[in-house]
Every structure is written in C-alpha cells, then in structure tokens.
T-cell receptor
Framework: DAKTTQPPSMDCAEGRAANLPCNHS???????VYWYRQIHSQGPQYIIH???NNETNEMASLIITEDRKSSTLILPHATLRDTAVYYC???????????FGKGTMLLVSP | EAGVVQSPRYKIIEKKQPVAFWCNPI?????LYWYLQNLGQGPELLIR????????DSQLPKDRFSAERLKGVDSTLKIQPAELGDSAVYLC????????????FGPGTRLLVL
C-alpha cells in the first residue's frame, strides 16, 4: 500500500464543512483511496472510497486531484457526532488488506 | 442486520496467563480479519481468513498468538502466555470478500495485562 500523510488533528465548528486532507504522492495507478473513521471506543467505520473520479455518498464527498497525489474528504455539515479519528488509506481493491496510519483527529465543537 | 460481535468487551489478566477473544462476523461474510490497536495508533492486521483458511498471518506473533476459524464462521484469537506489551484493543472485522471488500468492524476487546 502507498504511504499516506494526514495532519494529526483538525478543528471544525458544528454546522460547517470539514475538509480533511490526505497526501498519497506515491499512489499507484490501481490503488484506491479509502476513508474510514473511528469514534472513541468503537471500531473503525467505512466512509467512502474512490479511484479517480470524485465520489459522494450519504456520509461524505471525496475529492481526488487529477494527478491522484492527494485527496480531500468533505463532511458538508459537521455535527458533534462526527468527532472521530479519520483514516485515509491507499490500497489495492479486492483481497488486499488495509494499512492504517495514525489518522487525523477531527474535533467538532459547538 | 446484526454487526460484528466480539466478546468479551474488556479483559484484565495477569502476565503469563492465557486469554482468548471471540468474534462472530456478519452473516455471509467470507473474509474475517483480526487487528491489534495500540493506544494512539491505527489498527494493525494480525491475520486474515478467507472462509476457514488463514491467507495472511505474516504479522501474527506465532510464538504466543494463535487463531482459528472453524467452519469458516466464528473465530477465536488466543494469547498464551500474555505479556505486559499485549495490552491493547483487539478488533475483529469482516467483509463479503472479492470486489465487495468494505470491512465492517466490531467494537473490539480491550485487554489489560498486569
């Protein structure tokens, strides 16, 4: 899996958009970008993944740069329940395992 | 739909004692994972099963750790004997396998070795 780099922590005001960056400059052409999050005392939870195109689901949007060297996870209207550690992972699809880094601790405040 | 079930949620033992963790994956999920998570770190894979076969156990410390997945459903992870450094959260996850590889995690078992 390609190495990913994320800021250790970020703050966001409740109701505002949270934009979490991830750098994956050595990503290979067939590696996907996955995002998971882990709320305190829970197991990680899948959010979204993508290869080249931007993706959106009910939880978040994923914006991948054209050169695929970085991406941004967007939570459009952050709530207090979005406070969690967010992991960005670059991995092959299919039977590959996920290599988690330390992630970004997002704190959403009132 | 029930999620991944793990038990116990918490376990405190003295060093050199054995301990076992149990995981029941989501029904129909062929792939099962055990992860170790130290404080302040992301989860690290210990072992991955495809049905009852362990297909990736390269990170499992085989001198003291063992795992089994009889009948390709439930799984047990064992440590014998436990050491102080084994204090961590042990996470189980499952996925359908193949292209549907989204992993669903259980709540984990928090182990404290005294």
């Amino acid at each position: 899996d390609a190495k990913t780099t994320q800021p250790p922590s970020m703050d966001c005001a409740e109701g505002r958009a949270a934009n979490l960056p991830c750098n994956h400059s050595t990503i290979s052409g067939n590696e996907y970008v996955y995002w998971y999050r882990q709320i305190h005392s829970q197991g990680p939870q899948y959010i979204i993944h993508g290869l080249k195109n931007n993706e959106t689901n009910e939880m978040a949007s994923l914006i991948i740069t054209e050169d695929r060297k970085s991406s941004t996870l967007i939570l459009p209207h952050a709530t207090l329940r979005d406070t969690a550690v967010y992991y960005c992972i670059a991995s092959l699809r299919g039977y590959s395992t996920l290599t988690f880094g330390k992630g970004t601790m997002l704190l959403v405040s009132p | 739909e029930a999620g991944v079930v793990q038990s116990p949620r918490y376990k405190i033992i003295e060093k050199k004692q054995p301990v076992a963790f149990w995981c029941n994956p989501i029904s129909g999920h062929n792939t099962l994972y055990w992860y170790l998570q130290n404080l302040g770190q992301g989860p690290e894979l210990l072992i991955r099963y495809e049905n009852e076969e362990a297909v990736d156990d390269s990170q499992l410390p085989k001198d003291r750790f063992s795992a089994e997945r009889l009948k390709g459903v439930d799984s047990t992870l064992k440590i014998q004997p436990a050491e102080l450094g084994d204090s961590a959260v042990y996470l189980c996850a499952s996925s359908l396998g193949g292209a549907k590889e989204t992993q669903y995690f259980g709540p984990g078992t928090r182990l404290l070795v005294l």
